[in-house]
């Protein structure tokens, strides 16, 4: 199993940045992908998943700014991130549910067992 992030970087407040979560050595569609974020000092924060069936969630920080979708052709998920603040600074992973056929995101990170490297995003002026 391996997820590699792209798309970070620095972005001044009320721009966007798309990520993108590349996955490979599993059946991609079978399982939940969700996107954390964690912050030097802070716990890791659940941002937004999509299920196997396409249910999503968001994090209430992000509703409305941030849009999650796949392509099951690519094998790769994106974080469309809109109207950024400097409070949305933090390393994003992207991760994989440990179970297959979740119709639903649960949020705990205990749930998900396999983790990217993580891309920076900077929010600032």
Known sequence: VQLVESGGGLVQPGGSLRL?????????????????????GKE???VSCIS?????YYAD??????????DNAKNTVYLQMNSLNP??????YCARSTDAFITMCL????????????????VSS
Do not use: L
């Open 107 to 122: 949020m705990e990170s205990t749930r998900f067992n396999s983790w990217g490297q993580g891309t920076q995003v900077t």
């Open 87 to 92: 409070d949305d600074t933090a390393v994003y």
């Open 44 to 46: 890791r924060e659940g």
């Open 20 to 40: 993108s979560c590349a996955a490979s050595g599993f059946t991609f569609d079978y399982y939940n992908i969700a996107w954390f974020r964690q912050v030097p």
């Open 52 to 56: 196997s069936d396409g249910s999503t």
């Open 61 to 70: 920080s992000v509703k409305g700014r941030f849009t999650i979708s796949s």
